[in-house]
């Protein structure tokens, strides 16, 4: 898909469909959104719905970082303290390293 | 338009030359010629259908022209020599498109391979489609076992291609697109956590499902998004060749060796058959989908150039996907026309840039040599060497795709040098270079 030749108005309906698409659980539907559309808010001359394309990108971008950050917090947490927990630690893992650490 | 599709549907890779382009009559041909300048003109096309020069330039420029190889050339001459220049870098340009996806294919089921034990491990778990097991005591009976296995197995893929072909016929297309959606839905989950999973448990780490679940979840519902839906071309590719890889690394793990190469020959022979001969079901479906004048159906194809739909509603069955159904085995190559419903739709505009199709089946199927190759060949050289020969063979059925400019196998070719070099570089070459080595005499 190229987005050279679709009119405007569509393209305003992609960005928002993938970020209300983001809502699921979808970071990665964010980040898609915010590096596809990135030159078409920023870089491009201003076009009638780019203020609203403009908003749907940066909260995309809010979107992604903040799940960055939840997601690596837990990891963190998880492998430090996998061990510790024991059952419960055992229960949440999918897999699990062997040997003596 | 001098398409060469390739009709994954299942079974036959076929390259596609797409040279979609909006307008048919000849006069335009003019335009676009003239207009084959890179820069601006968007429809490069890569090969023309142009009879008269064949001889001299195999590639050519496709000429927008919906009418085939037969449309009248209308080449000045004094152009010619400027065109043929013209044509021969798109020629070589298209070809790098595809070269690039199949050697990424090829290296991520490679490096899988020598990395990730899981899939060499020797298993007694068989697909349903190979029931004959290859433990036996003689040579003779485990050459019969395997030669059963491919048979049974080609059946399957002769019966699945000849049901789509029917659907086809027959305008059944929720099916097909909810028979598609299934199977790209079973690889893109299932196939691709059982992946992960194998990944860390090779690099020991530890990994808890909150996590897992949502890599997984991502990854698949942005690849159901992107291949059956709208999305950036380039992750489009990319989850194609993550697809493809992901099928021929279950095909690797559990087809039996010996059967495994009978069938990888046997397919290049079906897919030859069905696409070239007159009652082949992959022509068929080529044919009927130009008689129709829309795009083959939603599925495997990879497309290496842009498409891009003015003003049209664009129906919701776009990219291609993976044909693998929910069997491991159906599989696919489908190299399914593509997607261009531009092509189906009316209205306004539609320009697509020409591009060359390959079906998913080809790069799965190549893949499988050359991750076979990795496995139980002796060391690098036969991987490479089947490497080398597999681009080699992709590269004679491009200039071929130039030169007949309709829907071509793409197997054949390919696999027929694969096995060669396979066969001769482990049974030749690796003990001879082993000698020379053991010897130190250095040639």
């Given amino acids: 898909m190229n987005l050279e030749r679709l009119p405007n108005e569509e393209k305003l309906n992609l960005c928002r469909k993938y970020y209300l698409g983001g809502f699921a659980l979808l970071p990665f539907l964010w980040l898609v959104n915010v590096v596809w559309f990135f030159k078409e808010v920023y870089f491009k001359p201003s076009f009638t719905e780019q203020m609203q394309m403009k908003t749907y990108v940066q909260r995309s971008a809010l979107g992604v970082l903040l799940w960055a ?8 947490v998880f492998q430090q303290y996998r061990a510790e927990w024991g059952e419960v630690g055992d229960y949440l893992s999918f897999t699990i390293p062997l040997g003596i650490p | 338009m001098a ?30 010629r003239t207009a084959l300048v890179p820069s601006e003109n968007p429809t490069v ?5 142009d009879l008269d020069n064949h001889h001299e330039s195999p590639s050519r420029r496709g000429v927008s022209r919906r009418a085939g190889p037969d449309s009248a050339s209308s080449l000045d001459g004094e152009q010619e020599a400027d065109e043929e220049e013209l044509t021969l870098k798109y020629g070589a340009k298209h070809v790098i498109m595809l070269f690039i996806p199949v050697t990424l294919c090829m290296v991520v089921v490679v490096a899988t391979i ?7 491990e020797k298993t007694d778990q068989q697909l349903i489609y190979t029931p004959f097991t290859e433990n036996t005591s003689s040579v003779g009976r485990r050459l019969l076992n395997s030669v059963l296995n491919t048979i049974i197995m080609i059946s399957v893929i002769v019966v699945m291609t000849i049901f789509l072909v029917v659907l086809y016929k027959y305008r059944c297309y929720k099916f097909i697109h909810g028979w598609l959606i299934l199977s790209s839905l079973m690889l893109l989950f299932w196939f691709s956590f059982m992946y992960l999973g194998e990944v860390f448990k090779t690099y020991n780490v530890a990994m808890d499902y909150p996590t897992v679940a949502v890599i997984i979840w991502n990854f698949g519902a942005v690849g159901m998004v992107c291949i059956h839906w709208k999305g950036p071309l380039c992750l489009q590719q990319a989850y194609l060749i993550l697809v493809s890889a992901l099928m021929a690394l279950v095909f690797i793990k559990y087809l039996p060796p010996w ?9 290049s022979i079906y897919d030859l058959v069905a696409v070239l001969s007159p009652k082949g079901p992959l022509r068929m479906l080529v044919e009927t989908a130009q008689e129709r004048n829309e795009p083959i159906f939603p599925a495997l194809i990879y497309s290496s150039a842009m498409m891009w739909t003015v003003g049209m509603a664009s129906p919701d069955e776009h990219r291609p996907d993976t044909d693998e159904e929910a069997e491991a085995e159906h599989r696919d190559r489908g190299a399914e026309p593509e997607r261009r419903p531009s092509r189906g739709i009316t209205e306004d505009e539609l320009e697509e840039d020409r591009g060359v199709k390959l079906g998913l089946g080809d790069f799965i199927f190549y893949s499988v040599l050359v991750g076979k190759a990795a496995a139980t060949g002796g060391d690098w050289n036969t991987t490479i060497a089947c490497f080398v020969a597999i681009l080699i063979g992709l590269c004679l059925t491009l200039l071929l795709l130039a030169i007949f400019k309709k829907a071509l196998p793409a197997l054949p070719i390919s696999i027929a040098f694969g096995l060669v070099f396979y066969f001769s570089t482990d049974f030749l070459v690796q003990p001879f270079m082993d000698n020379l080595a053991n010897h130190q005499f250095y040639i």
């Fill in chain 2, 45 to 49: 096309p890569s090969y023309s259908p």
């Fill in chain 2, 114 to 120: 020598k990395s990730v034990s899981f899939y060499t």
């Fill in chain 1, 69 to 76: 950050v939840i997601l690596t917090a837990w990891i963190t």
């Fill in chain 2, 3 to 32: 398409e060469t599709e390739e009709p994954g549907a299942d079974q036959a890779p076929l390259i596609v030359l797409e040279t979609m382009n909006a307008s048919d009559s000849e006069d335009d041909c003019y335009n676009e």
């Fill in chain 2, 259 to 267: 059967s495994a190469w009978v069938i990888l020959g046997a397919i």
